[in-house]
């Protein structure tokens, strides 16, 4: 199942409803608004505070998404927020996917990425090359 990254922007209609079905299954925390149009209460609001999307397209569909934001306390930095796959695709490596062209793309960017993490319990993020460190995971691109 080959993902390809995309930044989210100006979805199509089919991304909308991609989108809608994807933050249905999110976290209930993570809801803005009234829940009756999850993806673009989300997308409105994780944008008016500066995030870009980041979403994993299979077969024409957006599957898995996340946010990043920059990291204002490093240059060229991304910190990395709200992975988010659906239900029916999980346990397939959809998110790893994603992790992985994520990780290409701060490669190429030469960019650092970092994930919250006070209780280092997010350990599978070694395997793409982040170390923990003061609550914190980071990866130098």
């Given at each position: ?46 944008q008016q505070q500066g995030f870009k ?11 898995v998404t996340a946010a990043l934001k ?39 960017q030469k960019s650092s990425l970092w ?27």
């Amino acid at each position: 199942m080959p993902v390809h990254l995309e930044w989210i922007e100006s979805p199509s209609e089919q991304d909308w409803i991609d989108l809608n079905k994807l933050y249905k299954d999110a976290p209930v925390h993570w809801v803005v608004g009234n829940g009756e149009h999850p993806a673009q209460d989300y997308l409105a609001h994780k944008q008016q505070q500066g995030f870009k999307i980041a979403a994993g397209r299979f077969n024409d569909r957006l599957i898995v998404t996340a946010a990043l934001k920059v990291n204002s306390e490093k240059v060229n930095a991304y910190f990395i927020e709200d992975l988010c796959v659906r239900a029916l695709t999980r346990e397939r490596g959809v998110a790893k996917q994603l992790m992985v062209r994520l990780c290409q793309w701060s490669d190429e960017q030469k960019s650092s990425l970092w994930v919250e993490d006070e209780g280092a319990k997010l350990r599978v993020l070694m395997e793409f090359g982040f170390v923990h460190d003061h609550g914190k995971w980071y990866r130098q691109g």
